[in-house]
């Protein structure tokens, strides 16, 4: 099982530019999530899934687009990135809701905005 | 929203001391907590988790938290620290009350500073 993937692992985007990070996992999750951790400040949660066609939103949503197409993935979108986006990005997932049960965690994307 | 509090930034301690780091956390309703590591340039893993039940739990690496509802409290210990310790820990909980499949609202983190 390689668990949690996240690709790629460090982007530097200009403003104004578009990008999706991607995430998958093999371990036939119902729930995925995206966080950011920015220091000093912890994990946000910004969008989540409890299943395949399902997304709601998270603390921080705003500038963030996300779709559940497949269990496996859970890709997050950066529509017109901007220098407040600068983070680290993680994906999670657990076998149902996020609320009960442990989240995997993937390795994270370092995304700089210029 | 609901929130967790982690109070200390930064916890040093010498090699084999004891620690407790600390988090209290607000809820109106059922209480889920969790304690998180990471280490460095890392995602988190689980430490140990509280759902319900026993107050005391125990995790992996040796570590144990006690829940206290009176002190709305959820520290994290160990008696005896190794320098692998060293990492950053995140206490989190529910996102929101109430029923749900949202996710967790974490503290700021506590950086563990494991001194030879």
């Known amino acids: 099982n390689a668990g949690v993937t996240q690709t790629p692992k460090f982007q530097v985007l200009k403003t104004g530019q578009s990008m999706t990070l991607q995430c998958a996992q093999d371990?036939?999750?119902?729930?995925m999530s995206w966080y950011r951790q920015d220091p000093g400040m912890g994990l946000r949660l910004i969008h989540y899934?409890?299943?395949?066609?399902?997304?709601d939103q998270g603390e921080v949503p705003n500038g963030y687009n996300v779709s559940r197409s497949t269990t496996e993935d859970f890709p997050l979108r950066l529509l017109s990135a901007a220098p407040s986006q600068t983070s680290v990005y993680f994906c999670?997932?657990?076998?149902?809701?996020?609320?009960?049960?442990?989240?995997?965690f993937g390795p994270g994307t370092r995304l700089t905005v210029t | 929203a609901q929130s967790v509090t982690q109070l200390d930034s930064q916890v040093p301690v010498f090699e084999e001391a004891p620690v407790e780091l600390r988090c209290n956390y607000s809820?109106?309703?059922?209480?889920?907590l969790f304690w998180y590591v990471q280490y460095p340039n890392q995602g988190l893993q689980l430490l140990l988790k509280?759902?319900?039940?026993?107050?005391l739990v125990k995790g992996i690496n040796g570590f144990e938290a006690e829940f206290n509802k009176s002190q709305t409290s959820f520290h994290l210990r160990k008696p005896s620290v190794h320098i692998s310790d060293t990492a950053e820990y995140f206490c989190?909980?529910?996102?929101?009350?109430?029923?749900?499949?949202?996710?967790?609202?974490f503290g700021k983190g506590t950086h563990l500073i494991i001194q030879p």
């Open positions: 999670a997932s657990s076998e149902a809701g996020g609320r009960l049960y442990e989240q995997y």
């Open positions: 371990m036939n999750h119902e729930y």
């Open positions: 899934s409890v299943g395949a066609g399902i997304t």
């Open positions: 809820s109106s309703v059922s209480v889920y």
């Open positions: 509280y759902l319900s039940g026993s107050t």
């Open positions: 989190a909980g529910p996102l929101r009350s109430g029923g749900g499949a949202d996710g967790l609202t």
